[in-house]
């Protein structure tokens, strides 16, 4: 299950991802702004995804009702929010780049409908 990030969790986040990928941009991202701003991302150079970092999701769902997968990536176990999930937090969002990803999320995974 997926639970807000306290400092700590953050710090072992942030150690995590130096390990993997050796960037010191990453830090920029500190318990205090996790907390200022609730979601901080960090584009993952040479890859095409970014990782979010989420302290707040908002009213319509808990961290609780997150559908999680827990995927492999360079030989660690990561948890992370499922498509279908994703896609049900994006979908009623008027802001276009979440249609986008909507769409993208549906194609790629072959999810027609929920």
Same mark, same amino acid.
């Given at each position: 299950?997926?639970?807000?990030?306290?400092?700590?969790?953050?710090r072992a986040a942030v150690?995590?991802?130096?390990?993997?990928?050796?960037?010191?941009?990453?830090?920029?991202?500190? /318990?205090?702004? *996790?907390?200022?701003?609730?979601?901080?991302?960090?584009?993952? %150079? $040479?890859?095409?995804?970014?990782?979010? &970092?989420t302290q707040r999701i908002?009213?319509?769902?808990?961290?609780?009702?997150?559908?999680?997968?827990?995927?492999?990536?360079?030989?660690?176990?990561?948890?992370?929010?499922? /498509?279908?999930? *994703?896609?049900?937090?994006?979908?009623?969002?008027?802001?276009? %780049? $979440?249609?986008?990803?909507?769409?993208? &999320?549906?194609?790629?995974?072959?999810?027609?409908?929920?």
């Amino acid at each position: 299950m997926l639970r807000p990030m306290d400092d700590e969790n953050v710090r072992a986040a942030v150690r995590a991802l130096q390990s993997v990928f050796a960037d010191p941009s990453l830090e920029k991202i500190t /318990p205090e702004e *996790l907390q200022t701003y609730g979601l901080l991302r960090y584009g993952v %150079q $040479d890859y095409d995804f970014v990782i979010d &970092l989420t302290q707040r999701i908002g009213e319509a769902f808990r961290f609780e009702d997150l559908e999680v997968d827990i995927i492999e990536f360079l030989g660690e176990t990561v948890p992370v929010v499922s /498509p279908r999930t *994703l896609i049900r937090m994006k979908r009623e969002s008027q802001r276009p %780049q $979440d249609q986008l990803d909507t769409a993208r &999320l549906r194609e790629r995974f072959g999810i027609e409908d929920l």
